[in-house]
């Protein structure tokens, strides 16, 4: 299900994963994500229901993958400083 996920976005189509915790959901994105041309400069754009999991995952994507990431919530700083990158 991983694969075809990847593969379903990497052809532009949507794709939907619903699986518990700990069943695989995070390496499709990142897989698709690191087959993108860096020079489309492309966002994506996870929804995590609660933050803990949203700084795994930001750790996992950041660390693992090396793709640069950030969990945003209501603890995300709302200067313009953090926002200029």
Known sequence: IQLQAALATFHGHDSLLCAGTGMGKTL????????????????????????????????????????????????TPRNDEFWNV
Request: aromatic share 6%.
């Open 28 to 75: 499709p994105t990142a897989i698709s994500l690191l087959l993108d041309d860096p020079a489309d400069n492309t966002i994506s754009i996870t929804i995590s229901p609660l933050k803990r999991l949203q700084i795994t995952q930001a750790n996992d994507f950041n660390f693992k993958y090396k793709i640069p990431t950030i969990a945003i919530n209501e603890n």
